[in-house]
Structures are given as structure tokens and as C-alpha cells.
């Protein structure tokens, strides 16, 4: 696979779309799970709204696809099915069924990945991803309101004359020495015209480069102790506020670094109230995309998260300690 940075996980998502509709020359649908980043599907959406390809959003109230549902909805004017891994919920999808229903019916399979994650998961070529998408702010980048962040893409090499970007490419100079030069502008109005694949250009160059530092300094068993360090503090966490009988978890797969919990009080909003009075930001309330859930917070625990922090917020949600005898700590859950 060829990799290039992009402007944001979201709108790296769309161009993905965009990309898998010209490369299979069909407009009839787009599958994407409700399990995929409710944000992410806005994004794809307002790509799509003048384009008369049809959004199909499939339900997933197991908290992951149903497979069975999905190959439903596939046919032969699918161009895409977009699957998070692990998905917006924190749970790790069933990929391998996935890829091979997009395959079997002439459709891309988009992989929206967390690029932690490949520190213990599959990487989305080895489970038959034709294009993987990801947000890179995880990457080395330090969190200013809201941003910086970094859209990162890669595909199968057939596919990447249809890649919106800049391909650079390794070659020699005149003396012999190493060194790089643009091989592919695809997304260039100025060269491409009509052609182009693209038309919203950004310089990401910064923050690839502070990924490209953060992986080199990580190597890939810092890369792995890192993403094992994410899901045994999920997995505390989550162990920890279940029992505590307020709490459930709200789905029986397998979880990475977030996780979804059930308030059995339904008083979401106040929870994390309270939990941000005693410097804790516990989550996100699932009600907004989600009105079924809307008793429901996400919860993500990162291995920056002490066993200290952690036990805190457990204390301040289930109500063992007032928020006056707890330090803020702002530890950030997410």
C-alpha cells in the first residue's frame, strides 16, 4: 500500500468514498454501519449530496455490523462499505466476512482504522481493505482546541493513479544520491484540470512529519506495548464501574480503547457534570446521534491515564467520594 496525509479523519473518509466511486465507475449506493463515526457520516454526506449516489446507513444495535443484514443491502451498483475498526462504539468489528462480501459483489471496502490499535490488531490490508482511512492526532500531536489534526489514506497500488494527493516517490540524483521527488499529483487543479481528484488542497507536511517522529522513536514494540497499555486501562475501567449495579456495558463485543456504559439512572449529562467539577473529562453522551442510547456515555482511557486517575473517575461516578475532597486532576478519559 502507498500512504498519504490528508486534512482530517473525516473528510480523508469522504475522499475515500469519492475515490472507491470512481475507480468502480458505479453510483448507485454507499453502505456505511451506524457503528461508523456519526461526524464521519455527515462528512461522507455532504460529499454525496449533489452526486445522486445513494447514503445507505446500516443499523447496528448489537454495537457492530450484522453481516447478514449487511450482504441484504449490498448489490451490484455498490461502489463502497465503509467499516470502522475498532468502530466509533470502541468495539472490534468481524472484518474478514466484510471484506470478502465487498469482494464477492464487485465493491471497495473502505477501513476507517485507529492507528494505535495496529499495535494489536490486523492491519486493514491483511483482512482485504482496497483503501484505509484514519485521523492522526494520536500520532505525537498534542490536543489545542480541538485540533491540530492529521487524515491519513492508503490503498492498494492499482488504485493509486485515483488517490487525491501527492505521491512522492524515491529516485537517485545525478550523482547517485537518494532522494525524493512528486512522482503523482492527482488532486491538482493547475496540472489536472477537470481531472483531478480533488479540489480542497491543505499542507499536512508538519504533521506527518510529527508522526513519522512518534512511529520512529516508537518502533513497532513500543507501537505494541502502547496499544496493550489502551486496553488493559479500558478494560480496568470499564471492570471497575460494572460493579457498581448503575452500570452496565451497553454491548457484548470485544473493545479496544473506548467502550459504550449504561447509566441504569439515565442521567448521562449530570455524570459528566459532575465528573468535569472534579477535573474529569469522563466521556461522551451517546444521545445526541443516538436517541436510543441516550442513556448511554462513551468512554475512551488512553495509556497517558494513571491507575490513580482512573480510579478517581470511578469514585466521582459512582458517587463513593464528593467532587470537593477529590485534587481536579483534568485528567482527560478521552
Known amino acids: 500500500m502507498i500512504s498519504i496525509a490528508r486534512h482530517d479523519g473525516a473528510s480523508s473518509t469522504a475522499e475515500a468514498v469519492l475515490m472507491a466511486i ?4 458505479r453510483t448507485g449506493k454507499v453502505i456505511v454501519p451506524s457503528s461508523l463515526h456519526p461526524e464521519y457520516r455527515q462528512t461522507i454526506a455532504t460529499y454525496l449530496e449533489n452526486l445522486g449516489v445513494e447514503l445507505v446507513t446500516l443499523p447496528c444495535p448489537t454495537g457492530v455490523v450484522d453481516t447478514d443484514q449487511l450482504a441484504s443491502a449490498v448489490d451490484d451498483q455498490t461502489a463502497a462499505i465503509v467499516l470502522q475498526q475498532p468502530n466509533f462504539f470502541g468495539c472490534v468489528e468481524d472484518a474478514e466476512p466484510i471484506a470478502k462480501l465487498a469482494q464477492h459483489n464487485g465493491a471497495l471496502l473502505i477501513s476507517v482504522f485507529d492507528p494505535i490499535s495496529l499495535g494489536i490488531l490486523k492491519r486493514p490490508g491483511e483482512y482485504g481493505a482496497n ?19 492529521l487524515g491519513i489514506m492508503t490503498c492498494d497500488d492499482k488504485l493509486v493513479r485515483r488517490m487525491p494527493g501527492r505521491v512522492v516517490g524515491e529516485t537517485s540524483d545525478r550523482r ?22 480533488s479540489n480542497v ?7 506527518a512529519v510529527r508522526a513519522s517522529v512518534y512511529f520512529a522513536q ?87 491515564r494513571t491507575k490513580t486517575e ?12 464528593s467532587s470537593e475532597s477529590i485534587e481536579p486532576a483534568v485528567a482527560t478519559m478521552n
Request: charged letters at 20%; glycine letters at 8%; one cysteine or more.
Open 22 to 25: 470512481s475507480s468502480t465507475r
Open 176 to 197: 547517485g544520491n537518494r532522494c525524493f521527488v512528486l512522482t503523482l499529483q492527482t488532486c491538482e487543479q493547475h496540472i489536472r484540470r477537470d481531472k483531478a481528484t
Open 131 to 149: 483503501i484505509a482511512v484514519a485521523e492522526g492526532q494520536t500520532l505525537g500531536t498534542p490536543m489545542h482546541y480541538g485540533g491540530p489534526v
Open 201 to 207: 488542497c491543505s499542507n499536512q507536511a508538519l504533521f
Open 310 to 321: 482512573i480510579d478517581g473517575l470511578v469514585a466521582v461516578l459512582c458517587g463513593e467520594t
Open 218 to 304: 516508537l518502533g513497532p514494540q513500543g507501537l505494541k506495548e502502547t496499544a496493550n497499555l489502551c486496553l488493559q486501562k479500558t478494560h480496568y475501567l470499564a471492570d471497575k464501574l460494572c460493579e457498581d449495579d448503575r452500570f452496565s456495558m451497553a454491548f457484548t463485543a470485544p473493545t479496544f480503547k473506548e467502550f459504550v456504559v449504561r447509566d441504569a439512572n439515565g442521567k448521562v449529562d449530570e455524570l459528566v457534570k459532575t465528573a468535569l467539577d472534579a477535573g474529569y473529562l469522563a466521556g461522551v453522551p451517546l444521545g445526541t446521534w443516538y436517541p436510543e442510547l441516550d442513556d448511554c456515555l462513551l468512554i475512551a482511557v488512553t495509556e497517558k
